[in-house]
């Protein structure tokens, strides 16, 4: 059934970090049919974080948070223009009961993870169990329901972003090119994954000792922007607030992919940097570190659990700053060994 494959669709309605993490679904995909179109099923916002992605050929998007009636005309109006492809393999790496029925509904050879409820494994064509304890081996073990050999699977992320991206941060930061910098990003959509401010200005302060530019990064919302003023004003040495909740995603992915060090938490351009390479540090609380960490050599992981003992996922308050509990000292030695490993690496001298 999957052995002559031209159009592909994957589906994967979530967050951006999510939406990156399915790379290497789709490069494993490429790898075994260099010929096929592979088209991605999206919420429309996250199509930003894979926008310059080379091996997608269309997006089709769904609009979140509409009321009833423009939510059946957005699903019909996508069910339309996906009927047209006529699909050799739709890949669906999402649980919304919706998706599933307009996935049955395009009757095309599919695949979905199976669930216990027998209504959604009979939508497709096939599924096949989540195996893997990283979010990136689960999504690829899909795959291995059609026949993928573990040789075929590609592990790796990837994020790429135009050149105009990176001359649009150069036309309003001349020095970035000359700048040994560092982009730290505390921000992130739920307060329980966040750092304690005042411990955030003294890592800002100990990178500035070291003689490192530091870039202060966020989303657009408010309350991110507020938070690293927050922080900024707790520094001695102010970081640099100029791309503070202003840059596309990426525009962003290629303020991280010239720095010499990414330090954040558990979002999405934890992610990001972990696809571009770039050394970081990262630090986690109570969430699932062992499924949901960066999947890079350079990146050192430090979890507030080793200090405190975390919650279970039932018992979780998402008001709690988990991440407290991380000593600053901690994350201070860890930037310190990262820096010094890749100043071997690189053959570089940093003070």
Same mark, same amino acid.
């Given at each position: 059934?999957?052995?002559?494959?031209?159009?592909?669709?994957?589906?994967?309605?979530?967050?951006?970090?999510?939406?990156?993490?399915?790379?290497?679904?789709?490069?494993?995909?490429?790898?075994?049919?260099?010929?096929?179109?592979?088209?991605?099923?999206?919420?429309?916002?996250?199509?930003?974080?894979?926008?310059?992605?080379?091996?997608?050929?269309?997006?089709?998007?769904?609009?979140?948070?509409?009321?009833?009636?423009?939510?059946?005309?957005?699903?019909?109006?996508?069910?339309?223009?996906?009927?047209?492809?006529?699909?050799?393999?739709?890949?669906?790496?999402?649980?919304?009961?919706?998706?599933?029925?307009?996935?049955?509904?395009?009757?095309?050879?599919?695949?979905?993870?199976?669930?216990e409820k027998d209504q959604?494994?009979?939508?497709?064509?096939?599924?096949?169990?989540?195996?893997?304890?990283?979010?990136?081996?689960?999504?690829?073990?899909i795959l291995r329901g059609?026949?993928?050999?573990?040789?075929?699977?590609?592990?790796?992320?990837?994020?790429?972003?135009?050149?105009?991206?990176?001359?649009?941060?150069?036309?309003?930061?001349?020095?970035?090119?000359?700048?040994?910098?560092?982009?730290?990003?505390?921000?992130?959509?739920?307060?329980?994954?966040?750092?304690?401010?005042?411990?955030?200005?003294?890592?800002?302060?100990?990178?500035?000792?070291?003689?490192?530019?530091?870039?202060?990064?966020?989303?657009?919302?408010?309350?991110?922007?507020?938070?690293?003023?927050?922080?900024?004003?707790?520094?001695?040495?102010? *970081?640099?607030?100029? =791309?503070? &909740?202003? @840059?596309?995603?990426? +525009?962003?992915?290629? $303020?991280? %992919?010239? /720095?010499? !060090?990414?330090?954040?938490?558990?979002?999405?351009?934890?992610?990001?940097?972990?696809?571009?390479?770039? *050394?970081?540090?990262? =630090?986690? &609380?109570? @969430?699932?570190?062992? +499924?949901?960490?960066? $999947?890079? %050599?350079? /990146?050192? !992981?430090?979890?507030?659990?080793?200090?405190?003992?975390?919650?279970?996922?039932?018992?979780?308050?998402?008001s709690k700053k988990y =991440?407290?509990?991380?000593?600053?000292?901690?994350?201070?030695?860890?930037?310190?060994?990262?820096?010094?490993?890749?100043?071997?690496?690189?053959?570089?001298?940093?003070?």
């Amino acid at each position: 059934m999957f052995e002559k494959v031209d159009r592909v669709l994957i589906c994967k309605l979530k967050f951006y970090g999510d939406v990156l993490l399915t790379t290497p679904v789709i490069a494993s995909i490429r790898a075994r049919y260099p010929h096929a179109k592979i088209d991605l099923l999206l919420y429309k916002d996250t199509k930003a974080i894979l926008a310059a992605h080379k091996d997608i050929n269309n997006f089709y998007l769904i609009e979140k948070k509409q009321g009833l009636v423009a939510t059946v005309k957005n699903y019909l109006s996508v069910r339309q223009q996906l009927k047209k492809n006529h699909y050799d393999l739709i890949v669906n790496l999402t649980e919304q009961w919706p998706i599933g029925a307009l996935i049955a509904s395009l009757r095309r050879p599919s695949i979905a993870f199976k669930r216990e409820k027998d209504q959604w494994n009979r939508l497709f064509t096939r599924v096949t169990p989540s195996i893997g304890t990283h979010i990136v081996e689960q999504n690829l073990s899909i795959l291995r329901g059609i026949g993928f050999s573990e040789a075929e699977l590609k592990k790796e992320m990837s994020l790429s972003y135009r050149q105009d991206d990176y001359q649009h941060l150069v036309s309003l930061l001349p020095a970035l090119p000359a700048q040994k910098y560092v982009v730290i990003q505390p921000t992130a959509r739920q307060e329980f994954k966040c750092w304690d401010d005042d411990k955030f200005a003294h890592v800002i302060d100990h990178l500035h000792q070291r003689g490192l530019h530091v870039y202060l990064t966020c989303g657009p919302a408010l309350s991110e922007q507020q938070q690293v003023q927050r922080i900024a004003e707790l520094c001695q040495s102010s *970081p640099d607030l100029t =791309l503070a &909740g202003k @840059t596309t995603f990426l +525009q962003l992915a290629a $303020l991280i %992919d010239h /720095a010499i !060090l990414y330090i954040g938490v558990d979002s999405a351009p934890m992610h990001m940097a972990a696809a571009l390479k770039t *050394p970081q540090v990262c =630090l986690f &609380g109570a @969430t699932n570190y062992q +499924q949901w960490k960066p $999947l890079s %050599d350079k /990146a050192v !992981l430090i979890w507030a659990g080793d200090y405190h003992p975390m919650p279970s996922r039932d018992e979780l308050d998402r008001s709690k700053k988990y =991440l407290t509990w991380i000593p600053e000292q901690a994350v201070i030695d860890a930037i310190d060994t990262v820096l010094h490993d890749s100043d071997n690496v690189k053959g570089n001298e940093i003070a």
